[in-house]
């Protein structure tokens, strides 16, 4: 008997403490209460490769994340921690509320990191961590901002970057100008990602006619200043990609082109984006076109 309660509290404990965190070197997931445990990893590698906690968007995963992470950490130069939550329902759903329910775990994950900095605050000196949520991944962090109280002692990252999120355009300034957790906060948009189309087709699909254009699917000729967050940047694609949407990774093997080189100079605090092309800057919004 005393064994089948012990068997039972094991289960209960395995499935409160949920597998949120994956590493190219950690496929089976932990809980953000081992976060000290997997940065204290990373910061015994004889390295100074930035770190980056990562909140992967809509789809399969963690499969489909781990798929690709090893590209995305050889190609920056990164160690990354892949927050993971539950992103797939099936192919004409999108899982929104699952979304929303995270919030409260990343929330945790984020208390974890400021803890672990303020115990060893000589190690972030030379490694910086720095965050990223991409597509969907975004309605977990803005359900964060907005219904979770954290507050970063000082900055608790070196940059946020938004990168092709699916979340509304409308109004996203109110909890944009909320986000205190790094001194650069970047934006990144496509007016043709072909997955945020999509995006639009499931909105239709539910019923749901008027949700808006999302932020990821921006348009800079539509833009109104007054529209736009003042803490962050605002990094218009369209014209480096056709219809990308996991813009990191948008430029194939192309190591030097255009948008790794924008990354590059996000991941290792290059804010001036002094790559070989040429950009505009319209309405607050840098512009990026290809050098002709």
Not at 37 to 55: A, G, H, M, Y
Not at 274 to 288: D, M, P, T, V
Request: charged content about 25%; hydrophobic content about 35%.
């Amino acid at each position: 008997m005393r064994f089948i309660l012990i068997a039972l509290t094991f289960l209960i404990h395995s499935k409160i403490m949920a597998n949120d965190l994956y590493s190219t070197n950690n496929h089976n997931g932990k809980s953000c209460d081992y976060l000290s445990i997997e940065l204290k990893k990373l910061f015994r590698k004889n390295t100074k490769n930035p770190i980056l906690f990562f909140v992967h968007g809509r789809g399969k995963h963690p499969e489909k994340g781990l798929d690709y992470l090893p590209e995305f950490e050889q190609r920056y130069g990164l160690d990354i921690l892949m927050f993971h939550w539950d992103s797939w329902i099936n192919a004409v759903s999108r899982p929104e509320q699952n979304a929303i329910d995270a919030a409260s775990r990343l929330a945790h994950c984020f208390e974890e990191i400021q803890e672990f900095k303020d115990e060893y605050p000589s190690l972030f000196k030379k490694r910086p961590v720095h965050f990223m949520a991409h597509s969907m991944g975004n309605i977990v962090f803005k359900s964060l901002i907005e219904n979770h109280q954290f507050e970063a002692k000082k900055f608790l990252f070196e940059s946020v970057t938004l990168n092709a999120s699916d979340v509304p355009y409308d109004e996203h300034k109110k909890w944009i100008e909320k986000i205190k957790l790094a001194p650069n906060i970047y934006i990144t948009f496509n007016s043709n990602d072909a997955v945020l189309i999509g995006s639009k087709f499931i909105d239709y699909k539910d019923g749901d006619f008027f949700s808006g254009r999302r932020l990821g699917r921006s348009n800079t000729s539509q833009i109104d200043r007054r529209e736009l967050a003042k803490n962050a940047y605002y990094l218009d694609f369209s014209q480096l990609t056709f219809g990308g949407h996991q813009h990191f990774l948008d430029d194939g093997k192309n190591s030097k082109a255009p948008l790794t080189s924008i990354f590059q100079d996000i991941f290792h605090g290059a804010q001036s984006f002094q790559a070989e092309f040429s950009r505009n800057s319209k309405n607050g919004i840098l512009e990026f076109t290809k050098k002709k």
